[in-house]
DNA sequence: TCGACAATTGACGTTTACGTAAACGTCAAT
DNA sequence: ATTGACGTTTACGTAAACGTCAATTGTCGA
């Protein structure tokens, strides 16, 4: 039995947790959003793989396309040094901030738009039932 | 002030309104979710055709497939008769509002992290500029 | 040692959401 | 008469994000 102190998942291990095709983790990593270890030819990944890999679905969620995703990801990882970089880094960010809010605005409206057609929905519902 | 209520517009109209390319509009239309009336061959678009437009380019923003989106359309412009067919719609809805909900949470999460991120550019920023 | 099973690497296929011409009609202005 | 803006259809192209299959290679329990 393999000692469970270093945090080592297999793919499957992956893919079953997060309910993905291990065909897609292994894109994403030829897409170089992932960068597991190998053991011979077999990949190994540890619990920052694991963190990055549930951002990736973060970002896939929020209908980011995988570049966007690598995008924000580098932008977590990131030590830039000069300061161009810096200023060019919070631009980015405050690029994202401004699409979030756009969409956290557009789930507000959908979700009250919702609202009214179930209860359309449930008034019909009981005028059917009498 | 008296805004237009023109209520019929051309597709460049559209197009120029929201920023879609022509081809976007009428690939829209080949896909079902756009049915503008004509005249003689060119399109013609009403006012409710400009919302449905609207409405499709917001689920585009939440990251739905047009399919998707057009699922939605069906669920603002339904006249269901049946009970069974009410409870369906309600479960759709529901579907929805979990998908939504799940959305609002992923954003907030991630606009927390841009924050934290953002501080630390600021902050790294400041120590260079000493 | 055998066979089941997991994992690997290509390579090609598929769906979605349009882009990009090509080739043409219509009409107003120059 | 020509140009330009706007419109049309048909058709092929493409990038993204995987799915699917094939061939192969360990790996482990009975």
Request: net charge positive; hydrophobic share 35%.
């Amino acid at each position: 039995m393999n000692a469970p102190m270093t945090e080592s998942l297999s793919i499957t291990d992956l893919s079953r947790e997060f309910d993905v095709t291990t065909r897609a983790i292994r894109f994403y990593e030829d897409e170089g959003l992932l960068h597991p270890r190998r053991q011979g030819r077999n990949r190994v990944y540890s619990n920052r793989d694991r963190v990055r890999l549930k951002l990736i679905l973060r970002g896939k969620r929020l209908g980011f396309t995988l570049s966007e995703i690598a995008e924000i990801i580098s932008l977590y990882h990131s030590e830039p040094g000069e300061s161009a970089q810096l200023d060019y880094f919070i631009e980015k960010i405050r690029e994202r901030r401004r699409q979030l809010l756009q969409q956290k605005d557009d789930i507000e409206v959908t979700l009250t738009e919702l609202d009214a057609i179930e209860r359309q929905c449930r008034e019909r519902l009981a005028s059917l039932k009498q």
